[in-house]
């Protein structure tokens, strides 16, 4: 099979005691309020959107791969004959602008709540397809002063082809937002995908999930082990926008956007992500409809996958919704109609909080080459291992996340 699939494996694990324990964060943010920063996250836009190319990636992610009728169709494989999509949907993902070593080295992550590796593109990487440049913005461990190899530790990205990457670890400095992490430990990439060779807008990606373990052999702690201590409270927050900048703010809750309280919901105890259980759905002019399924909160994946009942029943509500039957009847509908489109709507369980989702925010755009129709940007986790809540819904929610506790926070905000 020549399915290429971003699954981060563990190398051989080498006898080493815990490292990287010994990171230290000076708290100081920008805001002037000890123990929390704040981070702008700017979506990244590209002239052409690619829908496929995004759903391609969540099936990677979450799923089994992509068929290979779907990749042959839709061109997809790269000259290796490797499924080549943007591990992270990078075509409308959320990029955030931090600082590495000493002198700061300025570099673009993406902030995803469904891994667990911070790893970036460095001067150790080795390009393939696109040896000559540009690339993003890159960490030069050599030009930092306060770097140190992390001896004998590895981390190793999987192909479902077979063959896999691999990257060394460095103990650095990370600035984000005015505050310090010393020695934090840093996955430097000698080989990435190859749609990431040619992504200028991101350097790599931040992982904040539940309690995932890194990749890193021998085991090491993730950043988010490292900054949580440090923090004032043990709570992130995401504000993501619709074309516009959002912000993740970690070690305090601003609730300013906010237009209700917010609902805490527990997260499946045994799951590493951040899984939480829905029950109540409904749309305009539709009834509730009584559906348990878990969902993961998923800042890095673009689209959002709902059970396919819910899925299926919602887009039939849309007048002129057609599913594209080459792309495992992906849901479509007229463009024209996409500021009528119906909201969505959660009741949190046990709760009469009621999450309203503007129907216009689950456009996708336009289908390349029929620009009278346009992607839903909802779709069926038909296939998934998992319903995803990403990145179309969360734009129009304030969402918190509690390292302690490990429950997740829903709010309605001002849009
Ligand atoms: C960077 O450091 C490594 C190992 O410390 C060394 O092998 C390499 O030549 C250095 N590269 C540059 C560009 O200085
Ligand atoms: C970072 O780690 C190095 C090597 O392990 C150590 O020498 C240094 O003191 C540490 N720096 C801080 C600020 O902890
Ligand atoms: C998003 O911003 C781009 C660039 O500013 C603009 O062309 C596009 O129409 C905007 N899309 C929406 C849905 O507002
Ligand atoms: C809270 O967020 C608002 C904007 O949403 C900002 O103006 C305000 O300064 C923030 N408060 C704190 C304490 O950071
Ligand atoms: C939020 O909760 C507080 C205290 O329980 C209550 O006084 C307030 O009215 C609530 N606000 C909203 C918008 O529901």
Same mark, same amino acid.
């Given at each position: =099979?020549?399915?290429?699939?971003?699954?981060?494996?563990?190398?051989?694990?080498?006898?080493?005691?815990?490292?990287?324990?010994?990171?230290?964060?000076?708290?100081?943010?920008?805001?002037?309020?000890?123990? /929390?920063?704040?981070?702008?996250?700017?979506?990244?836009?590209?002239?052409?959107?690619?829908?496929?190319?995004?759903?391609?990636?969540?099936?990677?992610?979450? +799923?089994?791969?992509?068929?290979?009728?779907?990749?042959?169709?839709?061109?997809?494989?790269?000259?290796?004959?490797?499924?080549?999509?943007?591990?992270?949907?990078?075509?409308?993902?959320?990029?955030?602008?931090?600082?590495?070593?000493?002198?700061?080295?300025?570099?673009?992550?993406?902030?995803?709540?469904?891994?667990?590796?911070?790893?970036?593109?460095?001067?150790?990487?080795?390009?393939?397809?696109?040896?000559?440049?540009?690339?993003?913005?890159?960490?030069?461990?050599?030009?930092?002063?306060?770097?140190?190899?992390?001896?004998?530790?590895?981390?190793?990205?999987?192909?479902?082809?077979?063959?896999?990457?691999?990257?060394?670890?460095?103990?650095?400095?990370?600035?984000?937002? +005015?505050?310090?992490?010393?020695?934090?430990?840093?996955?430097?990439?000698?080989?990435?995908? /190859?749609?990431?060779?040619?992504?200028?807008?991101?350097?790599?990606?931040?992982?904040?999930?539940?309690?995932?373990?890194?990749?890193?052999?021998?085991?090491?702690?993730?950043?988010?082990?490292?900054?949580?201590?440090?923090?004032? /409270?043990?709570?992130?927050?995401?504000?993501?926008?619709?074309?516009?900048? +959002?912000?993740?703010?970690?070690?305090?809750?601003?609730?300013?956007?906010?237009?209700?309280? =917010?609902?805490?919901?527990?997260?499946?105890?045994?799951?590493?992500?951040?899984?939480?259980?829905?029950?109540? =759905?409904?749309?305009?002019?539709?009834?509730?409809?009584?559906?348990?399924?878990?969902?993961?909160?998923?800042?890095?994946?673009?689209?959002?996958?709902?059970?396919?009942?819910?899925?299926? =029943?919602?887009?039939?509500?849309?007048?002129?919704?057609?599913?594209?039957?080459?792309?495992?009847?992906?849901?479509?509908?007229?463009?024209?109609?996409?500021?009528?489109?119906?909201?969505?709507?959660?009741?949190?369980?046990?709760?009469?909080?009621?999450?309203?989702?503007?129907?216009?925010?689950?456009?996708?755009?336009?289908?390349?080459?029929?620009?009278?129709?346009?992607?839903?940007?909802?779709?069926?986790?038909?296939?998934?291992?998992?319903?995803?809540?990403?990145?179309?819904?969360?734009?129009?929610?304030?969402?918190?996340?509690?390292?302690?506790?490990?429950?997740?926070?829903?709010?309605?905000?001002?849009?």
């Amino acid at each position: =099979m020549v399915i290429l699939c971003i699954l981060l494996a563990f190398f051989q694990a080498l006898s080493i005691a815990s490292i990287a324990a010994a990171a230290i964060v000076s708290g100081q943010s920008h805001t002037g309020i000890e123990g /929390s920063f704040s981070l702008s996250v700017a979506e990244t836009y590209h002239q052409s959107k690619g829908f496929v190319r995004d759903w391609a990636a969540a099936r990677q992610k979450w +799923g089994k791969g992509v068929p290979k009728d779907v990749a042959t169709a839709f061109s997809l494989l790269d000259s290796n004959g490797r499924v080549d999509v943007e591990p992270l949907g990078s075509d409308d993902i959320f990029i955030a602008n931090i600082e590495i070593g000493n002198p700061p080295q300025a570099v673009k992550i993406a902030l995803d709540t469904g891994s667990s590796d911070l790893w970036l593109q460095s001067s150790d990487t080795t390009y393939f397809y696109n040896r000559k440049g540009p690339w993003a913005p890159r960490y030069h461990p050599n030009m930092s002063r306060t770097s140190n190899i992390l001896k004998d530790a590895e981390w190793n990205v999987k192909y479902m082809d077979g063959t896999a990457a691999n990257g060394i670890v460095y103990l650095d400095t990370i600035r984000l937002g +005015g505050f310090e992490i010393h020695n934090a430990t840093i996955q430097s990439a000698l080989v990435v995908a /190859s749609r990431f060779e040619r992504e200028t807008g991101l350097s790599g990606i931040m992982g904040l999930a539940k309690s995932l373990p890194s990749s890193i052999a021998p085991p090491s702690k993730t950043f988010l082990d490292l900054l949580r201590p440090q923090l004032q /409270s043990p709570v992130f927050t995401a504000d993501l926008r619709l074309n516009a900048t +959002g912000r993740f703010d970690f070690g305090r809750i601003n609730g300013t956007v906010a237009l209700d309280n =917010m609902t805490w919901l527990n997260t499946t105890p045994e799951s590493d992500h951040w899984d939480v259980g829905l029950n109540l =759905m409904s749309w305009e002019g539709s009834n509730w409809w009584l559906h348990d399924f878990t969902a993961t909160v998923d800042t890095g994946t673009t689209l959002t996958f709902l059970p396919d009942v819910l899925a299926r =029943m919602y887009w039939s509500d849309v007048p002129g919704m057609r599913v594209d039957t080459q792309l495992s009847d992906a849901f479509t509908f007229p463009c024209d109609g996409a500021d009528r489109l119906p909201d969505l709507r959660f009741k949190l369980p046990g709760t009469e909080h009621v999450l309203n989702i503007p129907g216009p925010y689950l456009n996708y755009g336009p289908i390349a080459g029929d620009d009278t129709y346009c992607w839903g940007g909802m779709q069926s986790a038909d296939d998934l291992e998992s319903t995803i809540i990403g990145g179309t819904v969360l734009k129009s929610l304030f969402v918190a996340f509690d390292l302690e506790t490990k429950r997740v926070g829903f709010a309605n905000k001002r849009l």
